[in-house]
């Protein structure tokens, strides 16, 4: 990734997403932010409308996607619009999709920040592994169906929110779904996030040369909702689990852990770039080992690697996912 080497850092890991989105004005531009209900979401949606974006408040519930607009709304310059989709369903992607472009405004920035994390083995309807469904498919099918939306835009974003967690396990390319080998839910976990990585190189080889610039990120460890499933002391697990040390790891707050996607959405020498790996409003160094809490293998970024997880993807859906807007 020896393009970026020009990419202005002037921020760190302690910076939180209010710092990050100082000086941008976002008035007029409209932003979508998946898992907006609470967590890193909410912060996220909260600081674009604060910068004075309209932002879509997406919520696997709606009753917490309205909420957090009516607790915000009074604190920020944009205006907070509540909408549900569940990732899950690509019958509820449509249908949020359709409520999306039946607004007949350009979408400036999506944010695919909602994800599961070793959650119990289930298949969603069209029968996808649920990390994979909702931290995968559901996002890449929402953003093919946004694709003319977002190339209505002057500079539209897409932005991916990965992790770490992919060097837990690389991506069986040859199986993506789980159908002949045994479920871990953490391995279920680091592949889908892997997944979530070669997405956003999969969208930039399709439509980087339209306009989209696409990243990909790690926003950090934080406690939000995405640890439903893990285990109360999850530093001692991870330790247990990968030969690695967490104990020095910088574990954020909430306003800390929004300030990556915020970077990503907003830093003008990210505009497009080729799709880049990101991480405390950095760039990820490339690693050849896995050491679980920072960097980026070469597996979560390589080209080939996204075009078969898209040929496997639209084999099991049953139909193509399209990328170029049509």
């Known amino acids: 990734m020896a393009f970026a080497a020009d990419v202005e850092i002037r921020f760190r890991a302690e910076s939180t997403a209010e710092d990050v989105i100082a000086g941008h004005d976002l008035t007029g531009k409209l932003a979508i932010v998946t898992g ?17 974006a309209d932002v879509i408040v997406a919520g696997r519930v709606r009753e917490s996607a309205e909420l957090a607009c009516s607790e915000l709304q009074g604190s920020v310059r944009g205006k907070l619009i509540p909408m549900q989709v569940d990732l899950f369903s690509l019958k509820s992607v449509d249908a949020f999709a359709d409520a999306v472009l039946a607004l007949g405004r350009p979408v400036d920035l999506l944010i695919n920040n909602a994800g599961v994390m070793a959650s119990p083995f289930a298949r969603s309807p069209e029968g996808f592994e649920t990390q994979l469904a909702i931290n995968f498919v559901g996002h890449a099918w929402l953003t093919s ?56 190189f999969k969208l930039w080889q399709e439509a980087g040369a339209k306009g989209i610039t696409t990243h990909t990120l790690h926003p950090g460890g934080a406690i939000t909702g995405l640890m439903r499933h893990a285990p109360p002391n999850i530093a001692e697990f991870l330790m247990q689990r990968y030969p690695a040390d967490f104990s020095g790891v910088l574990l954020k707050s909430i306003e800390q852990g929004a300030s990556t996607q915020i970077w ?45 997880l898209w040929a496997a993807t639209e084999k099991i859906l049953g139909r193509s996912i399209p990328l170029d807007g049509n």
Not at 40 to 52: D, M, Q
């Open 264 to 308: 990503a959405a907003t830093e003008p020498t990210l505009a497009h770039r080729p799709a880049l790996y990101l991480e405390d409003c950095g760039v990820a160094k490339l690693i050849s080992e896995p050491c679980y809490h920072r960097g980026v293998m070469a597996y979560a970024i390589d080209p080939e690697d996204a075009s078969r």
């Open 36 to 52: 907006a209900g609470g967590g890193i979401g909410r912060e996220t949606a909260r600081v674009l409308a604060l910068a004075g």
């Open 145 to 200: 169906r946004l694709m003319p939306a977002l190339l209505k835009a002057a500079a539209p974003r897409v932005i991916a929110v990965g992790s770490s967690a992919h060097q837990y396990k690389p991506l069986d390319l040859d199986d993506i779904n789980y159908a002949n080998r045994p479920y871990d839910e953490w391995d279920g976990y680091g592949e889908a996030k892997t997944a979530v990585s070669l997405f956003a």
